[in-house]
């Protein structure tokens, strides 16, 4: 098993990229531009955790930690996008928005765990 695979965060952000790419696929009215960086974002959330864990110093570690909570971010500007234009129903939002907001502290504080 690797390193990882053993974090909560990592669990967390791994299942919200299953159920994000799970809810793309049903998806139906949703414009491919925003399709596509949402997917690329997700994936990168949990790409760049893994990789951060890989790392020997801390500098490394807290910058590919950095770049896993700003594709958080970004998944959550593109749900608030997606929300405005009524693309995503309120309870869907605010679900995928909870859980980003989970996933964002989680990541904070592992950051700040890296000094």
Same mark, same amino acid.
């Given at each position: ?15 919200? @990229? ?7 696929? &049903? /998806?139906?009215?949703?414009? %491919?531009?925003?399709? *596509? ?33 700003? @594709? ?7 749900? &608030? /996008?997606?929300?405005?234009? %009524?693309?995503?129903? *309120? ?25």
């Amino acid at each position: 098993m690797f390193d990882f695979e053993k974090l909560d965060i990592y669990k967390v952000v791994k299942d919200l @990229n299953t159920k994000t790419y799970s809810f793309i696929n &049903q /998806a139906q009215n949703i414009d %491919n531009q925003f399709i *596509e960086q949402w997917k690329r974002a997700s994936l990168a959330v949990v790409l760049n955790l893994a990789e951060g864990v890989s790392r020997i110093t801390a500098d490394d570690k807290r910058n590919l930690i950095a770049l896993s909570r700003g @594709n958080v971010f970004k998944c959550a500007a593109l749900l &608030q /996008a997606m929300k405005d234009l %009524n693309l995503i129903e *309120e309870n869907e939002y605010q679900e995928f928005y909870n859980d980003y907001e989970t996933a964002s502290k989680m990541l904070l504080g592992m950051f700040r765990s890296f000094k």
